[in-house]
Nanobody, 132 residues
Framework: QVQLVESGGGSVQAGGSLKLSCAASGGTYNNYSMAWFREAPGDEREGVAAVYTGDGTTYYADSVKGRFTISHDNAKNTMYLQMNSLKPDDTAMYYC?????????????????????????WGQGTQVTVSS
């Protein structure tokens, strides 16, 4: 069973930065996808960014392009989200997700990266609050 643990959330003023981390444990996997989703009160959960560990391909929501950077350290089995130029609209609970375990690797998610159903494992979430 895969466990995902997020860290790095907090409160920051608009224009500030935060870096989220998601550590994966519970097995050895190659060529899988990890993603960040967020959910604000009253809103649906939405995909923020994703990375395919097989070749480092990244995916971003339009709302965060140019401000957020997703990365993955294969040696540490850890995914990161560097968030710069934060806005009050970025305030949400941020969740880490991974498309493991699977009976066989799914390959790069392409446009499916935004779908919650693509992912099999989820973290508990970390709160990000941006004040104006």
């Amino acid at each position: 069973q895969v466990q995902l643990v997020e860290s790095g959330g907090g409160s920051v003023q608009a224009g500030g930065s935060l870096k989220l981390s998601c550590a994966a444990s519970g097995g050895t996997y190659n060529n899988y996808s990890m993603a960040w989703f967020r959910e604000a009160p009253g809103d649906e959960r939405e995909g923020v960014a994703a990375v395919y560990t097989g070749d480092g391909t990244t995916y971003y929501a339009d709302s965060v392009k140019g401000r957020f950077t997703i990365s993955h350290d294969n040696a540490k089995n850890t995914m990161y989200l560097q968030m710069n130029s934060l806005k009050p609209d970025d305030t949400a609970m941020y969740y880490c997700a991974a498309d493991i375990p699977r009976s066989k690797p799914a390959g790069p998610p392409g446009l499916w990266w935004v779908l919650e159903s693509w992912y099999n494992s989820w973290g508990q979430g970390t709160q990000v609050t941006v004040s104006s």
